[in-house]
């Protein structure tokens, strides 16, 4: 942050010169450098000689300034720490999914202190992997687009969301790329993938005098008995 003066005032609003004022980091983990405290001028102006370093979370954040005799009220300094470019992306979703079945996948963009980074906009395509084939041929996919191909994504304010389909029993560790971020180990998404329900209608063919029986069928067993 820039320099930051207040101003000491009385009762009667006139200036309080050589007023002591303590400058001190109220919220956002920031930081000052330099003295903490400073004097007031003629005009009860005092001016932090040091720097005001924001945090690193993304968000409000305040610096309070009060004088060190007196009854008088302190003032309130605000300022808006943004977030910076996207360094990595991080997948997220639930843990567990049945292998055949979607759950919706977020991912986020993020920049070096771990704020979303909300300038990643827009349209943009990315590439998923981490997930098997399944026995029977049939490929993961994520927006309808098989893994391993580049997919179309819209973000908005740095996260996107896309349906997510794992086809074999496995445990996965889902990942993504954009062909410049990616996302690291620590970031990636595990989801344990369990086997789908069996059918409820098991085929048991059985043939007698050219008949065939099927499990599904009580209609052609009791037919069958009545012959």
């Known amino acids: 942050a820039g ?54 979370v993304a968000g409000t954040q305040t610096l309070t ?12 300094i605000t300022a808006t720490a943004t977030a910076g470019a996207a360094t990595k992306l991080v997948v997220s979703g639930a843990g567990s999914q049945v292998a055949a079945t ?24 990315l590439t998923f992997s981490g997930a098997a084939t399944s026995p029977g041929g049939q490929q993961p996919s994520a927006g309808g687009v098989a893994f391993g191909v580049a997919t179309p994504l819209t973000f908005t304010d740095g996260v996107a969301t896309t349906p997510v389909i794992l ?38 063919p059985a043939s007698h005098g050219g008949c065939s029986l099927s499990r599904s069928s009580p209609w052609a067993f009791s037919r069958w008995r009545a012959r």
């Open 3 to 56: 320099a930051i003066s207040v101003r000491v005032l009385d009762a009667a609003s006139r200036p309080v010169p050589a007023a002591t004022v303590r400058f001190a980091v109220a919220t956002g983990n920031g930081s000052i450098s330099g003295a903490m405290t400073a004097t007031t001028n003629h005009l009860g102006v005092a001016t932090l000689a040091g720097q005001w370093r924001l945090g690193v």
């Open 65 to 76: 300034a009060i004088p060190t005799t007196g009854t008088v009220t302190g003032a309130t």
């Open 102 to 125: 979607s759950q919706p996948i977020t991912i986020t963009a993020r920049d070096a202190n771990g704020n979303t980074a909300v300038s990643y906009s827009g349209s943009k395509t």
């Open 167 to 204: 086809m074999k029993a496995e445990s996965a560790t889902l990942t993504v790329t954009d062909g410049k971020l990616s996302a690291e180990i620590a970031d990636r998404l595990s989801v344990v993938v369990s086997p789908g329900a069996p059918s409820a209608s098991t085929s048991m």
